[in-house]
Nanobody, 124 residues
Framework: QVQLVESGGGLVQPGGSLRLSCAASGRTFSSYAMGWFRQAPGKEREFAAAISWSGGSTYYADSVKGRFTISRDNAKNTVYLQMNSLKPEDTAVYYC?????????????????WGQGTQVTVSS
């Protein structure tokens, strides 16, 4: 069992930046692949970014590629999502997800642990 707690969301102007954090419980954090998903009002939850357990591999949705960076610090049991050049269409609740595995995972059903979500609002 692992518990995930997101933080760092808030209100930011278009073109601005935010860094989301996801703190995970457990001594075996390094054994988990991690991902970020987001859900805008009235929309389905969509994949944003993923990172392997080693941190050596990452993958991004086309909508965020070049603007977002996922990273992890296994010593701190934390995964991050650095979001730059934010756009109004990035407004959503952002969820951290985890699963045991050695690969990258991009589908919602591939994850079995989820955080509570943190709101990101991009508006002038």
């Amino acid at each position: 069992q692992v518990q995930l707690v997101e933080s760092g969301g808030g209100l930011v102007q278009p073109g601005g930046s935010l860094r989301l954090s996801c703190a995970a419980s457990g001594r075996t954090f390094s054994s988990y692949a991690m991902g970020w998903f987001r859900q805008a009002p009235g929309k389905e939850r969509e994949f944003a970014a993923a990172i392997s357990w080693s941190g050596g591999s990452t993958y991004y949705a086309d909508s965020v590629k070049g603007r977002f960076t996922i990273s992890r610090d296994n010593a701190k049991n934390t995964v991050y999502l650095q979001m730059n050049s934010l756009k109004p269409e990035d407004t959503a609740v952002y969820y951290c997800a985890a699963r045991r595995g050695s690969y990258l995972y991009t589908k919602e059903y591939e994850y079995n642990y989820w955080g509570q979500g943190t709101q990101v609002t991009v508006s002038s």
